[in-house]
T-cell receptor, first 115, second 109 residues
């Protein structure tokens, strides 16, 4: 079946501009995660959605970052007034989200470059 | 603060050898353990999950879990150059797993 998809695959933006990144999870997956991975670094958790519950935003680095998800479908991550330190690959993952079994399946990522 | 520790490597093994990757974690109540493979420039790919003490085998991969000692390992038998990648350990007791920084594996011909 179809995996997690993300768009765009690459985004180059000027410092100070807003960007919107999109994630389409695997159909039927109620849980959705956003991560950031800077070059040569590990995964940095940003935000978690589970069904219609309030999202866990504990990983968002600043109020310039926000994310939305409608039901159990598409999610968008918005970064306002981008800074050069926002340059990274933004990864989305989804999982069935039942019990403690949450094998995550990652999308291909969006590579964001802020100039 | 939940921590997952991995040796960053690189771990270099000859083709055909067994590669052993290790991971320790701090949260004693962790219940789910995962290994992901990440090729350079690509996203992580799930290769193994393990939930109970002992060994779990899948093809050339074996995951080993010891909750008393708080470690989980991944063995790759008959290593191939195509196994060269970074291997991420992820541990979870809640719905948000904690990832290690990864171990770089290099399999040389």
């Amino acid at each position: 079946g179809a995996g997690v998809s993300q768009s765009p695959s690459n985004k180059v933006t000027e410092k100070g501009k807003d960007v919107e990144l999109r994630c389409d999870p695997i159909s039927g997956h109620t849980a959705l995660y956003w991560y950031r991975q800077r070059l040569g670094q590990g995964l940095e958790f940003l935000i978690y959605f589970q069904g219609n519950s309030a999202p866990d935003k504990s990983g968002l680095p600043s109020d310039r970052f926000s994310a939305e998800r409608t039901g159990e479908s598409v999610s968008t991550l918005t970064i306002q007034r981008t800074q050069q330190e926002d340059s990274a690959v933004y990864l989305c993952a989804s999982s069935l989200g039942t019990g403690v079994v949450y094998e995550q399946y990652f999308g291909p990522g969006t590579r964001l470059t802020v100039t | 603060q939940k921590e997952v520790e991995q040796n960053s490597g690189p771990l270099s093994v000859p083709e055909g050898a067994i590669a052993s990757l290790n991971c320790t974690y701090s949260d004693r109540v962790s219940q789910s353990f995962f290994w992901y493979r990440q090729y350079s420039g690509k996203s992580p790919e799930l290769i193994m999950s393990i939930y109970s003490n002992g060994d779990k085998e899948d093809g050339r991969f074996t995951a080993q879990l010891n909750k008393a000692s708080q470690y989980v390992s991944l063995l790759i038998r008959d290593s191939q150059p195509s196994d060269s990648a970074t291997y991420l350990c992820a541990v979870g007791g809640s719905y948000i797993p904690t990832f290690g920084r990864g171990t770089s594996l290099i399999v040389h011909p």
